[in-house]
């Protein structure tokens, strides 16, 4: 079956520091690619998508990610995170045959001030 | 974009009883999407409620325990149904306004006694 691993299940940063979080997924098709965030208190909302085209994506925030069909991997990567970016954030996976969506099991950022 | 909102936010139930939660939408949206999500795990669909036909259980959930409904294109209930304390989790309504594009709503979250 189809999945989607997130390597890190808590994570604990400054202020400052890089960030990259790990996901790949399992499956050999075509498929599009998302990074969800839910920040404490607030709904589940979408951080940033990759269909086609471009490998790098760039979201809301400063974030990115990084499409590499080789490893089967979509990280997600900020280059100075902020105290405001503590949240959970979820890499998800749909299959382009399919409308579901199958999600990570997410990753806690707990970013210190 | 759209704005979901569900009703209730929490309840706290008794094993052997039922409770339906709402999710309604502030525009027309065909597809509608009900999913679980258990303490430290991922989201797992439960179900696809399109509007004017019977909804699509994933694998794992049935009509019996979980049975949803979808009367127009703004609204959906999802009723769990003879619960127990297993099924305590947060429950999640979400809908998709563009392909791979979903909004969620903010949760219900269950507790079975």
């Known amino acids: 079956a189809q999945s989607v691993s997130q390597h890190n299940h808590h994570v604990i940063l400054s202020e400052a520091a890089s960030l990259e979080l790990g996901c790949n997924y399992s499956?050999?098709?075509?498929?599009?690619l998302f990074w969800y965030v839910q920040y404490p208190g607030q709904h589940l909302q979408l951080l940033l998508k990759?269909?086609?085209?471009?490998?790098l994506v760039k979201g809301i925030k400063g974030f990115e990610a990084e499409f590499i069909k080789s490893k089967f991997s979509f990280n997600l990567r900020k280059p100075s995170v902020q105290w405001s970016d503590t949240a959970e954030y979820f890499c998800?996976?749909?299959?382009?045959?399919?409308?579901?969506?199958?999600f990570g099991k997410g990753t806690r950022l707990h970013i210190l001030p | 974009s759209a704005v979901i909102s569900q009703k209730p936010s929490r309840d706290i139930c008794q094993r052997g009883t039922s409770l339906t939660i709402q999710c309604q939408v502030d525009?027309?949206?065909?597809?509608m999407f009900w999913y679980r999500q258990q303490p430290g795990q991922s989201l797992t669909l439960i179900a696809t409620?399109?509007?004017?036909?019977?909804?699509?259980?994933e694998s794992g959930f049935v009509i019996d325990k979980f049975p949803i409904s979808r009367p127009n294109l703004t609204f959906s209930t999802l009723t769990v149904s003879n619960m127990s304390p297993e099924d305590s989790s947060i429950y999640l309504c979400?809908?998709?306004?563009?392909?791979?594009?979903?909004?969620f709503g903010p949760g219900t979250r269950l507790t079975v006694t």
């Open positions: 979400s809908v998709e306004t563009a392909p791979g594009e979903q909004y």
């Open positions: 499956y050999g098709g075509t498929v599009n």
């Open positions: 990759y269909f086609s085209g471009d490998p």
């Open positions: 998800a996976v749909r299959l382009n045959r399919d409308d579901k969506i199958i």
């Open positions: 525009s027309q949206v065909t597809m």
């Open positions: 409620a399109n509007q004017g036909s019977e909804a699509t259980y």
